[in-house]
């Protein structure tokens, strides 16, 4: 099964920047979607941006306009470019990858934004 290996994230005052990064283990697993997903405290988990095989891409209507998503598709690599973050985007952040019948989750790193 593919594994995602999550790096960034951390701790950052009210109007900076971080950036994900996710890596899948597996080269040769079909990727038809893969994406960001977060979980605040005390919160269901949601999904924050995602991209498609095809190219597209689609956000939660909260961070339009300061995440960027993007993807490395040679080196099956996902990036979350996050800009402009508040406090309410304070978050344990999930890699997520689905293809082939199969997905599967990273680990989680935590962003936390400082008011």
Not at 59 to 81: C, H, M, W
């Amino acid at each position: 099964q593919v594994q995602l290996v999550e790096s960034g994230g951390g701790l950052v005052e009210a109007g900076g920047s971080l950036r994900l990064s996710c890596a899948a283990s597996e080269s040769t697993f079909r990727i038809n979607a893969i994406g960001w997903y977060r979980q605040g405290s005390g919160k269901q988990r949601e999904l924050v941006a995602i991209i498609y095989s095809s190219g597209l891409t689609h956000y939660t209507e909260s961070v339009k306009g300061r995440f960027t998503i993007s993807r490395d598709s040679a080196k099956n690599t996902v990036s979350l470019q996050m800009n402009s973050l508040k406090p309410e985007d304070t978050a344990v952040y999930y890699c997520y990858v689905a293809g082939g019948g199969d997905q599967a989750w990273g680990q989680g790193t935590q962003v936390t934004v400082s008011p």
